[in-house]
């Protein structure tokens, strides 16, 4: 068990940019979550995964923002034409179903994301 | 949206005092967990109970629930240093596909 990875740990760019942030979550875990977290504030959810299929997206995710999990295993986030409000550490958890019982979500260390 | 509030927003102690705080939530739940998040780092699993529970403990923390009044509370036994974080509670249920929503989170410093 190696624990949830995001990559990068820290982007800059400048804003009308677009970004990419990959998540690898615990192998055996089926489910994959995105959060975003600003400074001061709780997580806030974006979308989740079961497998390969996007199951929810917040409303949060305008449509500058694309998640993948192209083989139920990685995932994606991609935000298009980048914007100063998308500055904040963009968290991943990645959690697992044992008997039934969906067990603690397990959090990477986070990209941060700073738009100039 | 926040599910909550976390009362403190910040809490100051001394190493070897308790520390307590408390999160209340809005709607109907399946489960609360409280997390430990590190300046700069991810959230780490501290502790889950269960809608059907009222009180558990691990190590040097209990939590407890109150689903009539919407609240828990977590108290940290002899603090440490170490255990400068900021706690978050975090609630899911069945209905919202187990995402979880979290409070603000109440920021606790432990003074040597």
């Known amino acids: 068990d190696t624990g949830v990875s995001q990559d990068p740990r820290h982007k800059i760019t400048k804003r009308g940019q677009n970004v990419t942030f990959r998540c690898d979550p615990i192998s055996e875990h089926n489910r994959l979550y995105w959060y975003r977290q600003t400074l001061g504030q709780g997580p806030e959810f974006l979308t989740y995964?079961?497998?390969?299929?996007?199951?929810?997206k917040s409303r949060l995710l305008s449509d500058r923002f694309s998640a993948e999990r192209p083989k139920g295993s990685f995932s994606t986030l991609e935000i298009q034409r980048t914007e100063q409000g998308d500055s904040a550490m963009y968290l991943c958890?990645?959690?697992?179903?044992?008997?039934?019982?969906?067990?603690?979500?397990?959090f990477g260390d986070g990209t941060r994301l700073s738009i100039l | 949206s926040q599910q909550g509030e976390e009362d403190p927003q910040a809490l100051s102690i001394q190493e070897g005092e308790n520390a307590t705080m408390n999160c209340s939530y809005k709607?109907?739940?399946?489960?609360l967990q409280w997390y430990r998040q590190n300046s700069g780092r991810g959230l780490v699993h501290l502790i889950l109970i269960r809608s059907n529970e009222r009180e558990k403990h691990s190590g040097r923390l209990r939590v407890t629930l109150d689903t009539s009044k919407k609240s828990s509370s977590l108290l940290i036994t002899a603090s440490r240093a170490a255990d400068t974080a900021s706690y978050f509670c975090a609630t899911d249920s069945k209905a919202a596909g187990n995402k979880l929503t979290f409070g603000g989170g109440t920021r606790v410093l432990v003074k040597p």
């Open positions: 958890a990645s959690s697992s179903l044992e008997g039934g019982i969906h067990q603690p979500q397990h």
């Open positions: 995964f079961q497998n390969e299929a996007q199951l929810e």
């Open positions: 709607t109907s739940i399946n489960n």
